[in-house]
């Protein structure tokens, strides 16, 4: 990384490795299969998915 590059979040190098990353995995998995999974899991969520959501929600910053 040179000194002009942005450091953390937003840094030019992370950019890179996450759309890699993106790319590979959406060349190796079956996304729209995924998608259609995570649909049905939301729509017939007995409230373990809302809970957990809720849990994660509250440790994130405002």
Known sequence: ??????????SYEGTRR???????????????KLAEKAKDALEN?????RKAEKAG????KA
């Open 1 to 10: 990384m040179s000194a002009g590059e942005p450091k953390g979040e937003g």
């Open 18 to 32: 996450y759309n890699k990353a993106t790319r590979e995995f959406v060349k190796t998995h079956d996304v729209d």
């Open 45 to 49: 969520d007995d409230g373990t998915l």
């Open 57 to 60: 929600k509250s440790h994130a």
